[in-house]
């Protein structure tokens, strides 16, 4: 099982119909307020969202960004909210903690979105359509990045790697992306790591390889993130 584990970032975007979402009424200043009353937000602003799950389209108003709030849990444990944006027709909660908060924070939101109503008298937001995941997972395991790759493969890589070395001990450390394709679509564009759409799996940033500590991505969130953790150490362990 692996060890060290934190849960870096939770996101999850819950998308809407058309006309769903009414972006007019939640730019109002008065909405903005209590929204960032409501989870304490340090910054609160009528803008473009970042486009953390694809492409944001150009509307006016352009959405709303609230950043760095937080989240008392039940058993009250503070969740860091890095971001709460409204688009055209999605809603991204981004935490740094577990998915589960997410969903507690969106009930939260929808209940006081609930109380109010557009110019027209309809909602101000409906039910989503579909809610998409994604969540970042760093951890220590027992095997190098090397274990990914058949003897043949890695007797290879090693002597390229160690040609032109001179007195300098090498290691192999491949980045490994997985993308979900239709096979009989051309490929538009490749997953990299922060791809809310791709399963990456690296080396963490500012650790030495040594360590076995590895930087996770992907489309899932954080639970079924940690299943597929220990599912994938348990598969290299039985190689």
Avoid: C
Wanted: hydrophobic residues 40%; aromatic residues 10%.
């Amino acid at each position: 099982m692996p060890e060290d584990i934190k849960v870096l970032a939770s996101r999850k975007a819950y998308e809407f119909h058309t006309d769903d979402l009414r972006l007019s009424t939640l730019s109002m200043k008065p909405v903005q307020v209590q929204i960032q009353q409501l989870f304490q937000f340090q910054a609160a602003a009528m803008g473009s969202p970042l486009p953390t799950f694809g492409n944001v389209p150009v509307t006016y108003p352009p959405g709303m960004v609230f950043n760095m709030g937080t989240w008392l849990t039940p058993d009250e444990q503070l969740i860091p909210i890095r971001l709460l944006h409204f688009e055209q027709r999605r809603v991204v909660i981004d935490v740094t903690g577990p998915s589960s908060a997410i969903t507690a924070i969106f009930e939260r939101l929808q209940q006081f979105l609930s109380e109010l109503q557009a110019a027209d008298g309809s909602p101000v937001i409906g039910k989503p359509e579909r809610i998409l995941d994604y969540s970042e997972i760093v951890a220590r395991f027992p095997f190098s990045l090397e274990s990914f790759f058949v003897p043949s493969l890695g007797n290879l890589f090693a002597r390229i790697a160690h040609k032109g070395a001179k007195n300098i001990k090498l290691s192999i450390a491949p980045m490994f992306v997985i993308q979900v394709l239709p096979e009989n679509e051309e490929v538009a564009a490749l997953g990299v790591p922060g791809d809310p759409y791709a399963f990456t799996f690296a080396l963490r940033t500012g650790t030495r390889p040594e360590e076995h500590i590895y930087a996770s991505n992907a489309p899932l969130d954080s639970e079924a993130h940690l299943s597929y953790l220990n599912e994938l150490e348990s598969s290299l362990r039985s190689e």
